[in-house]
């Protein structure tokens, strides 16, 4: 077995022969704890001066110092011994208790080492949630202080964009550029035609329209002269001022 610092918390470290695990029982279960390799036993106890003496285990009721004894035993699983100052015969003062489960031993936590890991947990659990919590903290001068979450993004990704209303459609986007294209048609109309792609273009015989004689555009043109030239209606003269009769 590795030496072990007894320098140590012994409630951090364990123990364990595998060579005694399969013969474990309560007749030797003290034997197997007192071997020299258990950081666990003090070799200055009245156990060690039995052991040498080869004296049985009652002879400890009879002397004063410190001592291991079995508390209780399950087996083939769970054994507990306690290490205690004896005193007197019938005074005896508890000072550790250690507990072997499937050959492995472990030194039972006291009371006040229990309270303090506990209350140790919270404080750190309590600091950590802290620490989580200023992480989220902003502060700007404008705005002041809010919340940013790394959540609240997800959140915000994951609700569906509502859709802006269309406006009506007018009559140039409803036909496109069709309109256009045929009035364009109609005013400008080709003069060459290509039947099929590669093909020479073709001359397209556009109809004139007959023009009017010159000379009867000339007759238009003299009427409305005439009228126009024709004397206006003489405009009636003023009534005459008569003298009233006194």
Not at 162 to 179: I, N
Request: net charge positive; glycine share 4%; hydrophobic share 35%.
């Amino acid at each position: 077995m590795a030496s072990v610092d007894f320098r140590d918390n012994l409630l951090g470290i364990s123990w364990v022969d595998s060579g005694w695990v399969p013969i474990l029982n309560p007749g030797n279960v003290l034997d197997y704890f007192s071997e020299r390799s258990n950081p666990f036993y003090d070799r200055t106890c009245n156990n060690e001066i039995v052991k040498m003496q080869r004296l049985t285990l009652e002879h400890l009721n009879q002397m004063v110092g410190v001592e291991y004894i079995l508390l209780h035993a399950q087996e083939p699983i769970l054994y507990i011994i306690r290490k205690q100052q004896r005193q007197t015969p019938t005074q005896v003062i508890p000072l550790a208790d250690y507990y072997i489960i499937a050959g492995v031993v472990y030194q039972a936590p006291d009371l006040g080492t229990v309270i303090s890991s506990r209350v140790l947990s919270a404080v750190h659990g309590i600091q950590s949630a802290f620490d989580e919590a200023m992480s989220y903290c902003r502060y700007h001068p404008s705005k002041g202080y809010w919340w940013h979450f790394k959540d609240q993004e997800e959140r915000e990704k994951a609700k569906p964009k509502s859709k802006k209303k269309e406006e009506p459609s007018s009559l140039f986007q409803r036909h496109r550029v069709d309109t256009l294209l045929l009035d364009l048609r109609s005013k400008f109309p080709p003069t060459f035609y290509q039947p099929k792609p590669g093909e020479k273009p073709i001359p397209v015989e556009v109809k004139k329209e007959p023009e009017p004689p010159t000379e009867a555009v000339k007759q238009e043109e003299r009427e409305p002269a005439t009228k126009s030239s024709a004397p206006a209606p003489a405009s009636k003269p003023p009534p005459e001022k008569r003298a009233r009769l006194q």
